[in-house]
């Protein structure tokens, strides 16, 4: 099974700070996604890759920026954070488009005060 | 407007009962649909897909899918107090191989014993 990691787990910040929220897949995936949680919204889909140096932006990303470093590394960045980034965010992976399973990894919780 | 509709918004059923869960696209691109049950703490996990009219069986889980309305079910018989977790319908849309999943509202069921 896909193995996704997420770090940091929790994260607190002020207004304005910056933040960067970093995700690893070590099963050779291709794809991979930037999700936030929030209660009545689901999950929504903030930034996500095809491959290393590739970026498409995803349905919520105002605010956030990401890069894909490796195949194996993405990362989500906040660079003036604000209390509506207050939020739990997820990293997943998959091996190919629209057929592939995608596999989550535990959530970083970010709290913006 | 929301373009995947999750019913009910929450779901009690007793142990060993039927739990069904509704989810309709407004998208005529989203005809590929997957569930996800997220465990509280955890990051959510694919339970199945099912991208061809009818049904789907997998155990205890069955998914039906009717593509003229955008409708997907799913059904968890015999459920278990295991079971208990929010339950996610995702679509991805069928135009374009990008592996981008929309994600509704969720469902949270309680199974009691």
């Known amino acids: 099974e896909a193995a996704v990691t997420q770090s940091p787990r929790n994260k607190v910040t002020v207004t304005g700070g910056n933040v960067t929220l970093s995700c690893r897949q070590t099963?050779?995936?291709?794809?991979m996604y930037w999700y936030r949680q929030d209660t009545g919204h689901g999950l929504r889909l903030i930034h996500y890759?095809?491959?290393?140096?590739?970026?498409q932006i995803g349905d919520v990303p105002d605010g956030y920026k990401a890069t894909r470093t490796t195949q194996e590394d993405f990362f989500l960045l906040l660079e003036l954070a604000s209390p509506s980034q207050t939020s739990l965010y997820f990293c997943a992976s998959s091996d190919q488009g629209n057929y592939a399973e995608q596999f989550f990894g535990p959530g970083t919780r970010l709290t913006v005060l | 407007q929301q373009k995947v509709q999750q019913s009910p918004e929450s779901l009690s059923v007793p142990e060993g009962g039927m739990a069904s869960f509704n989810c309709t696209s407004s998208d005529r691109n989203f005809q590929y649909f997957w569930w996800y049950r997220q465990h509280s703490g955890e990051g959510p996990k694919a339970l199945m897909?099912?991208?061809?009219?009818g049904d789907k069986k997998e155990g205890r889980f069955t998914a039906h899918l009717n593509k003229a309305s955008l409708h997907v079910s799913l059904h968890i018989r015999d459920s278990q107090p295991s079971d208990s977790a929010l339950y996610f319908c995702a679509a991805s849309d069928t135009g374009a191989n990008t592996g981008k999943l929309t994600f509704g509202h969720g469902t949270i069921l309680r199974v009691h014993p």
């Open positions: 890759s095809y491959g290393a140096g590739n970026l």
């Open positions: 099963n050779s995936h291709n794809y």
């Open positions: 897909s099912i991208f061809s009219d």
